[in-house]
């Protein structure tokens, strides 16, 4: 059996969460295979609702195990406030969950360090969500992170130490008091010793190399799904760098973040929101900062899972998201939110962007240039389709901007969410 991917198309948020729950059925295991607690991932089902950080959207159905991969960096602290509300919610994740040795912990120090990188770069500033992942993910690299292995040996507390320290003497040369920097509420020292205690409390989980245990699956006929965290827009390497997240965000990443080798990749389903939005800076050329901004922001909640930010809002992008379907090699696309749109009289899509009267059909525009946006109107449609089960009950305007949509992107629609409940989905 092949891996299938289901990531995000624009710059996170387009309801990775509620369809990978609503896919899950489908699948032995749900693996999360880049980013951390940036990440929030809201599911709805039975009127209650969740927001995983870290853990995979597969962890409410019992049958189906959830893998934590190499590639995801880990805050113990952040991890058990989500186990907690799992369990009291009445599901057991000790059952089904499985955590990579080879995964980073974010320590408190690495949170620190976002928050004195992002003050030192006042304007410029990347608005992270102050989780710690690129200085986490620094450490990665620079080869000197602190992985959850480490718990299985004895020296825990010394490895923990030594980073820290070092950790510290960067902040103290910052000049920057540490002590005015709350973590989650809590002052660092707190902080820290709550960390230290969830970090031990770790072992209660199932710690394994989760490559072998995903390779053996495969070929024992499973049936595997990667869950991706943020979107493609973010990615290190193709997103709109320095304002993007420090991790592979596309399909790639599904290779070095759970060890799955390009050949064994399958589906890739590629969400996109049927409009844009971002949260935190950087660019988004199709932004709009008037009353229709509002209005999807208001229509669609759009509010951040994980920070309570309002988010940017825009009208679909479709330079962009041809680009990300090249990118992530897409198989199938998946539109959420088109609930959002209904009752807009008229509905707008960037085509191409413009520099010097030339047209761009992908995001390859001449540094500098501030495009001018080639848009299409289309017409909306007035009906609710948020009860709607049957493709051919949508109404035709909402039918003929998914056929756009899919034409211009070069991709197949394979889904419609109708709202954020995981029965609230259309296949196509
Ligand atoms: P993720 O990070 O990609 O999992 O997305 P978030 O959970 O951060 O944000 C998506 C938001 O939209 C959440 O509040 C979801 O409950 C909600 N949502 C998901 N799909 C739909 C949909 O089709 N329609 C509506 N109205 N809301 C949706
Ligand atoms: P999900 O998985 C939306 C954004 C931040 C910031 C930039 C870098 O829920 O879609 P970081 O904390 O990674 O240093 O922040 O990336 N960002 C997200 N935006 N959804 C996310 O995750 C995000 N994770 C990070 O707002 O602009
Ligand atoms: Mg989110």
Redesign the pocket.
């Known amino acids: 059996m092949k891996v299938d991917v289901i990531l995000?198309l624009q710059?996170?948020?387009?309801g990775?969460?509620k369809i990978v729950d609503a896919l899950a059925p489908q699948y032995d295991i749900i693996a999360r295979f880049q980013?951390?607690p940036?990440?929030?991932?809201?599911i709805i089902f039975n009127s209650r609702k969740f927001v995983l950080?870290s853990v995979p959207s597969g962890i409410f159905r019992s049958n189906i195990l959830n893998i934590i991969g190499n590639g995801v960096v880990l805050d113990p602290f952040i991890f058990f406030q989500e186990i907690d509300a799992i369990r009291e919610a009445g599901f057991d994740p000790s059952s089904n969950l499985l955590i990579s040795r080879s995964a980073h912990f974010i320590m408190p120090s690495h949170r620190l360090l976002?928050a004195v990188n992002e003050a030192a770069m006042g304007e410029k500033k990347?608005?992270?969500?102050?989780?710690?992942?690129?200085p986490c993910y620094t450490d990665k690299y620079k080869r000197s992170g602190l992985r959850v292995g480490e718990l299985e040996h004895n020296g825990f507390q010394t490895e923990y130490e030594s980073r820290r320290e070092i950790h510290m003497k960067l902040i103290a040369a910052s000049g920057v008091d540490y002590r005015g920097i709350l973590l989650d509420g809590l002052p660092f020292d707190e902080y820290e010793q709550e960390w230290l205690k969830a970090a031990h409390k770790m072992k209660q989980f199932r710690i394994a190399a989760t490559e072998i245990e995903i390779n053996k699956s495969m070929a024992a006929g499973k049936k595997v799904l990667a869950e991706?965290?943020?979107?493609t827009l973010?990615d290190v390497d193709f997103?709109s760098y320095p304002?993007?997240?420090?991790?592979n965000?596309m399909t790639g990443g599904v290779c070095t973040g759970l060890g799955v080798a390009p050949s064994h990749v399958g589906k890739v389903f590629g969400i996109f929101k049927a409009y844009c939005?971002?949260?935190?800076?950087?660019p988004f050329p199709t932004e709009l900062f008037d009353d229709m901004g509002e209005l999807l922001r208001k229509n669609g909640n759009e509010f951040?899972?994980?920070?309570g930010?309002p988010?940017r809002t825009g009208w679909l992008d479709m330079p962009a998201l041809r680009y990300s379907v090249m990118l992530n090699g897409v198989t199938d696309l998946i539109m959420t939110k088109a609930d959002v749109l209904s009752g807009l009289e008229t509905i707008k899509v960037c085509d191409a962007y413009k520099c010097a009267d030339k047209l761009y059909d992908m995001p390859d525009i001449p540094a500098g240039c501030l495009p001018d946006l080639i848009i299409k109107e289309m017409n909306g449609w007035s009906a609710d389709i948020t009860t709607t089960t049957q493709a051919n009950q949508l109404p035709p305007a909402l039918t003929e901007y998914s056929r756009f949509v899919e034409k211009s992107a070069g991709a197949h629609l394979s889904y419609i969410s109708t709202g954020p409940d995981r029965e609230q989905i259309i296949k196509l």
């Open positions: 995000g710059w996170g948020d387009e990775k969460g980013g951390g940036n990440a929030g991932h809201t950080h976002d990347i608005g992270s969500t102050l989780k710690g992942i690129g991706g965290a943020q979107g973010l997103g304002f993007v997240t420090s991790s965000t939005t971002r949260v935190g800076n950087g951040g899972a994980t920070t930010r988010r």
